[in-house]
Every structure is written in structure tokens, then in C-alpha cells.
């Protein structure tokens, strides 16, 4: 069975702070997909990153980062230099792309950047 | 634009009641789902289905059905609606052929259940 952890249910940083947002998937397939959405509080998902699991490389957008280890079957997510429309839930999400490839979510991560 | 219309935005609904929330999607998508958002608890699978008359059951299905008749349109039936189905209700599909992530989500339907 697939599952997705999101130990941290919220979080409050005030404004330029970096946060890292934990995210920690079990599967037992060796391939698979990882991926993050935000949802602002207008409610809809946007997608931020995908990656496979045979792509370790971390990546850089901008002041996103994303640290991918396969050892520690962990894939999270950090802002630099956080702004207040950082503001959000992030999801982190699983799929093993066979089958109907559905989408395994985590529970969430409340972030609140305060000016 | 690719999109999934899910056809309200907000629904009441007393306890009791046949409830249908509708999700249609315009990219000839083979795979659709409906997915349940509590918080605390994420985006969890109520049931999905992979071709038209095709389903399957996610995570959550107790409580709910679902009509797939025509591969845009994926109906999720609340065949009598209780308190505890108060929730975000959010549809997406998925092709063969995809960019990014490759799923396209609704903007999501939140249903009150009295």
C-alpha cells in the first residue's frame, strides 16, 4: 500500500524566514511519482513539482527547492526568503503511475507567513 | 484551456436527501476521480474510474456511488446524505498524454450536510 506523511500540520514563520515542509511517502514500487500542490485559500490545487523515482536531483525554482532521498523515502519542500502569498496549504502526493494512476495525498501542512 | 467544471461551487443539502455532485471534463481524459478534503486528513479517494461504465473504490467509498456514462462526465451520488459527508468534494482527471503533473482538478465543491 501506498501512503504519504505530513508530520507538520501547521506552521507559522514571520516573513524572509526559510521553511522546510517534511514530507515522508512508503511504497513498494520502484517506480513512482512525487509531487506537490499548493492550495491558496481560494481552494483550487496548483501543482508545483513532480519527479520520478529514479530522479534524485534536488531542483531549484526561484525560492523553491525540493530535496529528494530515496534512502530516508523523504521529499520535501523548502521556501527561501518566505513571502506572505507563500500563505497556504501544501500537499505532498504519490502515484505509481500504472494502472489509474491515482494520486496518494498526504494530510497537509497549514503554512502561515506573518509580515 | 484544459478543464474540469464541477457543477456547483457550494451545496446544502439535508440529512436524508439523494445528493448528486457532477464533474465534466473537456479533454477526452480516461481516468477521473473524486477525492474527499477534511482537514487534518488531506485529499483522500473516494472512487475513480479508469473508462466509461469502469470504477473502482478508493480509500473512502461507504456512503457514496458513482456514475460514469460518458467518459467527460463522472458523477459522485451521495445516496443519502448524513452529517458526517459535510466536506470539500474535489474532482480531477488524467489522459494518456499529459505535461506537468498531468492531472486537472476542479475547483472543488463544498457540500453542508444538515
Known amino acids: 500500500a501506498q501512503k504519504v506523511t505530513q508530520a507538520q500540520t501547521e506552521i507559522s514563520v514571520v516573513e524572509k524566514e526559510d521553511v522546510t515542509l517534511d514530507c515522508v511517502y512508503e511504497t513498494r514500487d520502484t517506480t513512482y511519482y512525487l509531487f506537490w500542490y499548493k492550495q491558496p485559500p481560494s481552494g483550487e490545487l496548483v501543482f508545483l513539482i513532480r519527479?520520478?523515482?529514479?530522479?534524485?536531483q534536488n531542483e531549484i525554482s526561484g525560492r523553491y527547492s525540493w530535496n529528494f532521498q530515496k534512502s530516508t523515502s523523504s521529499f520535501n519542500f523548502t521556501i527561501t526568503a518566505s513571502q506572505v502569498v507563500d500563505s497556504a496549504v501544501y500537499f505532498c502526493a504519490l502515484n505509481n503511475e500504472t494502472g489509474a494512476q491515482k494520486l496518494v495525498f498526504g494530510q497537509g501542512t497549514r503554512l502561515t507567513i506573518n509580515p | 484551456d484544459v478543464k474540469v467544471t464541477q457543477s456547483s461551487r457550494y451545496l446544502v443539502k439535508r440529512t436524508g436527501e439523494k445528493v448528486f455532485l457532477e464533474c465534466v471534463q473537456d479533454m477526452d481524459h480516461e481516468n477521473m476521480f473524486w477525492y474527499r478534503q477534511d482537514p487534518g486528513l488531506g485529499l483522500r479517494l473516494i472512487y475513480f474510474s479508469y473508462d466509461v461504465k469502469m470504477k473502482e473504490k478508493g480509500d473512502i467509498p461507504e456512503g457514496y456511488s458513482v456514475s460514469r456514462e460518458k467518459k467527460e462526465r463522472f458523477s459522485l451520488i451521495l445516496e443519502s446524505a448524513s452529517t458526517n459527508q459535510t466536506s470539500m468534494y474535489l474532482c480531477?482527471?488524467?489522459?494518456?498524454?499529459?505535461?506537468?503533473?498531468?492531472?486537472?482538478f476542479g475547483s472543488g465543491t463544498r457540500l453542508t450536510v444538515v
Open positions: 519527479r520520478n523515482s529514479f530522479d534524485e
Open positions: 480531477a482527471s488524467r489522459g494518456g498524454l499529459w505535461r506537468g503533473d498531468g492531472y486537472t
